[in-house]
T-cell receptor, first 111, second 116 residues
Framework: DAKTTQPTSMDCAEGRAANLPCNHS???????VYWYRQIHSQGPQYIIH???NNETNEMASLIITEDRKSSTLILPHATLRDTAVYYC????????????FGTGTSLTVIP | ETGVTQSPTHLIKTRGQQVTLRCSSQ?????VSWYQQALGQGPQFIFQ???????GRGNFPPRFSGLQFPNYSSELNVNALELDDSALYLC???????????????FGPGTRLTVL
């Protein structure tokens, strides 16, 4: 049961920041937000995760609102290789580490 | 370190047949999850195995079954194949199972199953 809502598709100019929103208004206090991406039917690739605080790694930044009801994945300088489907996932508590994917956002980076 | 591998890459079966898909987990990982991804959809959780026991199941009928072996590799078996079983089947491994608040999953490249 997907607990997230994402726009179906987005475009971003190459070199600009890509900001991908996700709504998870029913998230519980102990549930993490994960982001994965999938390039052309390959296996999904882990990007970043967070609980309450904003997070940054070499791939992206994750901004989580104070009420935790939404988050934004930021790719600071999008490249053509970032064209993919991006999934925002809330891992349901008490189910081990099982992920429930939604339909994701198809990001197209335009030259 | 070897990543998650799956075999075969592609498979064509006919309706009513049975199929076995295989997954080798990443070194050191004792938990394997299986997902079904229909065309244009996100992956759907089928089930998870932790130390050779089923550790959760999604909304899939009993004709979807699995196994995990002592080396933590896994099989997904589907009996009485239906046309709607045509999909990309993904395997993901992770280093820990029960009682862990955070756990990243590492996905394999998938097996493309076509049922005619």
């Amino acid at each position: 049961d997907a607990k997230t809502t994402q726009p179906t598709s987005m475009d971003c100019a190459e070199g600009r920041a890509a900001n991908l929103p996700c709504n998870h208004s029913t998230i519980s206090g102990n549930e993490y937000v994960y982001w994965y991406r999938q390039i052309h039917s390959q296996g999904p690739q882990y990007i970043i995760h967070g609980l309450k605080n904003n997070e940054t790694n070499e791939m992206a930044s994750l901004i989580i609102t104070e009420d935790r009801k939404s988050s934004t994945l930021i790719l600071p300088h999008a490249t053509l290789r970032d064209t993919a489907v991006y999934y925002c996932i809330v891992r349901v508590a008490n189910t081990g580490n099982q992920f429930y994917f939604g339909t994701g956002t198809s990001l197209t980076v335009i030259p | 370190e070897t990543g998650v591998t799956q075999s075969p890459t592609h498979l064509i079966k006919t309706r009513g047949q049975q199929v076995t898909l295989r997954c080798s987990s990443q070194s050191g990982h004792n938990t394997v999850s299986w997902y079904q991804q229909a065309l244009g959809q996100g992956p759907q959780f089928i089930f998870q195995y932790y130390r050779e026991e089923e550790n959760g199941r999604g909304n899939f009928p009993p004709r979807f079954s699995g196994l995990q072996f002592p080396n933590y590799s896994s099989e997904l078996n589907v009996n009485a194949l239906e046309l709607d079983d045509s999909a990309l089947y993904l395997c993901a491994s992770s280093p820990q199972g029960r009682g862990v608040s955070y756990n990243e999953q590492f996905f394999g490249p998938g097996t493309r199953l076509t049922v005619l």
